[in-house]
């Protein structure tokens, strides 16, 4: 399932390397998991899973793939990254399932 905190993640990491500023895990933690009954996530789950996972993210290699994975599917060049992420989640979804 794709962590939907991911994007705002970027954004918040994008922010600090063009201003110059630094933010802490712990920070990040409370930024992206404010009051969330469902999911806790501490400074150290953010540094050892999700800003690994947001850097890789930010790397050419990851443009070079998904402008591959563009090309192969046309049909998506109109569409969204985050409406891409929900049907791959979608399809996820039904393969557990069974479908």
């Known amino acids: 399932m794709i962590?939907?905190?991911?994007?705002?993640?970027?954004?918040?990491l994008l922010w600090?390397?063009?201003?110059?500023?630094?933010?802490?895990y712990e920070q990040l933690s409370r930024l992206l998991?404010?009051?969330?009954?469902?999911?806790?996530?501490g400074?150290?789950?953010i540094k050892d899973t999700d800003k690994?996972?947001?850097e890789k993210v930010l790397t050419g290699?990851?443009?070079?793939?998904?402008?591959?994975?563009?090309s192969k599917n046309d049909h998506m060049m109109d569409t969204k990254v985050a409406d891409a992420m929900?049907?791959?989640?979608?399809?996820?979804e039904d393969e557990k399932k069974g479908k």
């Open 61 to 70: 290699e990851f443009d070079r793939l998904f402008n591959l994975y563009l």
């Open 33 to 41: 998991y404010p009051n969330d009954a469902e999911v806790i996530r």
């Open 3 to 12: 962590n939907w905190r991911i994007i705002p993640m970027l954004d918040l």
């Open 86 to 92: 929900k049907m791959n989640e979608k399809e996820e």
């Open 16 to 24: 600090a390397k063009r201003n110059n500023e630094k933010i802490s």
């Open 43 to 45: 400074g150290a789950q």
């Open 52 to 54: 690994p996972f947001a």
